[in-house]
């Protein structure tokens, strides 16, 4: 039995031969799947002071009325992606099958479009700013995916 080993495709780890590509590929959806599952969490654990705060964000833009539709919308979606971001992780590493992680993170990709959009709408550019750096992790995952 190998403990630990490393090969030119992956890495040998009690016998279990792990490529490289799978590793990246549940690495990046267990990031997307803490992010997006906490902040999901975290909506549904305090909604009245998150639709407070989106109420208030989005007061003077067309999106006025529209606050917990959108909460509501986001919060599925968040929730959802990071759920099944979360588990392609363990699928792509133990079983290899990669199409939990994939649509994991391509519902992340829809939602941080979303988020964008309201960032955007709202004039919050240094908001929107700090959403770039996980939109690219995210589409990086979705080639690792596919590589």
Known sequence: MTLLAFSDSGLVFFDYDFSYLNIMAAVISLFVGIIM???GLDKIFNWESELEFMTEKFSKTILANLSTIGLIQVTILETLSGLLSLLGAAMTLFYGDKSYGIVGLLLAA???CILMAGQ???KDYDGSAALVPY???IIFGL???SS
Do not use: D
């Open 135 to 137: 939109f690219i992790l």
């Open 37 to 39: 599952t906490q902040s």
């Open 143 to 145: 080639f690792v995916y």
């Open 110 to 112: 829809g939602s941080f």
């Open 120 to 122: 955007r709408i709202s």
